[in-house]
């Protein structure tokens, strides 16, 4: 396949509902626990590095994947989001927490202070021309993949677990 010679950055499509709505992806979390509760905590890691899906021992070697502009609704009670750019590896950070005082019920987790127009995919032709796919993305959910990492005409797959955490104090 085609190699990118440059520095090469994606951003996370927009999500879509039954309506066709464009919204920022979120990350919904829901603390419905009585007076017991301690608060909570909302960790991500990935799984593993990115690997190929045709030979497991075959890494995207330097993919990143960032989160940045996290938030909640800035409402009373809202929980906390972390600040910053999180860069998310095999160790577990965290992006949001919650005191005995907050956090309490349905809460989401915006990714990203807005959605925009960007390259949402690449369509290729039968003379193996690479045309980008426009759409709204937001860059609060980044992979950035370095020039130098070796890549084969293939798949790259990781998973992201995230925890949450109901007494990060323990």
């Known amino acids: 396949g085609t ?19 464009e919204f920022l992806p979120f990350i919904g979390v ?3 626990r009585g007076s017991e509760r ?21 890494q995207l070697a330097g993919a990143v994947v960032t989160f940045s502009n996290l938030f909640f609704d800035d409402e009373a009670g809202a929980p906390k989001a972390a600040s910053g750019d999180i860069t998310l590896s095999t160790q577990a950070v965290d992006l949001a927490t919650a005191d005995t005082t907050n ?59 995230y925890d949450l955490i109901s007494d990060p104090t323990a």
Not at 14 to 20: L, T
Not at 47 to 57: I, L, M, N, R, V
Not at 116 to 121: A, F, I, N, P
């Open 3 to 21: 190699q990118v010679k440059t520095d090469t950055t994606f951003f996370a499509k927009a999500d879509i509902d039954s309506n066709g709505i």
């Open 30 to 32: 829901q603390d419905n």
């Open 38 to 58: 301690k608060g909570w905590k909302l960790t991500a890691k990935l799984d593993s590095p990115f690997q190929s899906t045709k030979d497991s021992k075959k």
């Open 103 to 161: 956090g309490v019920g349905p809460w989401s987790l915006g990714l990203g202070s807005k959605l925009e127009e960007g390259v949402v995919d690449y369509t290729v032709d039968k003379d193996g021309k690479t045309t980008p796919v426009k759409g709204k993305v937001t860059q609060g959910v980044t992979l950035s993949i370095p020039s130098t990492s070796v890549k084969d005409s293939d798949t790259y797959t990781t998973t992201i677990t």
